[in-house]
């Protein structure tokens, strides 16, 4: 049986486990990922795993996402920061429409107002659709929310499309809020 060499971007690393004390094998995947957008400069991706197929897999993963020029570097932006800064970006709207944007945030924001950006789901936004239209939910003020209308989901729906900006400033490599029929 012929053994399988590992890539040039893989090599197979023993380091030590930290809960249990002792020597693990462990894949350490090196790609480049092509030019940061931020800073002009090329980018590495440096992560370990713990097999060998899983290595290989994010190597094509990351690979093609770099050729294809998709791929987006973890960052440790929140739901809530950036929120904040796509509203505080809209110079175009007039205060009341900026308050009413801000308003169907909230209920986005409120919830996943701590979580990674990169990290939120289209289940995650389904669910909070579920909720509204379900009622039960707290406001900020700690009130009970009474189901929400079509007209009132939908606007909430439009305003999470704030996730289409965030793909195009490359935050995220996928909008979570974009329907899955188009």
């Known amino acids: 049986m012929a053994r399988r060499q590992l890539p040039s971007q893989i090599r197979k690393i023993e380091v030590l486990d930290r ?11 090196a790609v480049d990922a092509g030019i940061n957008p931020e800073t002009g400069r090329r980018q590495q991706v440096r992560r370990r795993y713990a097999t060998e ?5 994010h190597l094509s993963e990351i690979s093609g996402a770099a050729v294809a020029g998709t791929f987006v570097a973890r960052k440790n932006i929140t739901v809530e920061p950036f929120c904040e800064g796509y509203i505080n970006g809209r110079h175009d709207l007039k ?9 169907d945030l909230t209920p986005f924001t409120q919830k996943f107002g701590s979580v990674a ?5 289209k289940a995650d936004v389904d669910a909070l659709i579920r909720d ?22 939908n606007k909430v729906i439009q305003a999470v499309t704030a996730f289409a900006a965030a793909q195009a400033e490359g ?3 996928r909008n979570p809020a974009r329907p899955s029929s188009l």
Do not use: H
Request: proline fraction near 4%.
């Open 19 to 29: 809960k249990a004390g002792k020597r693990v094998t462990r894949y350490q995947l």
């Open 53 to 57: 197929r899983e290595a290989r897999e």
């Open 95 to 103: 205060a009341t429409a900026l308050s009413k944007l801000r308003y």
């Open 117 to 121: 950006l990169q990290r939120v789901t």
């Open 132 to 153: 509204l239209t379900a009622g039960g939910s707290k406001t900020p003020k700690g009130r009970l929310r009474r189901p929400w209308g079509a007209v009132a989901v």
């Open 171 to 173: 935050l995220i490599s």
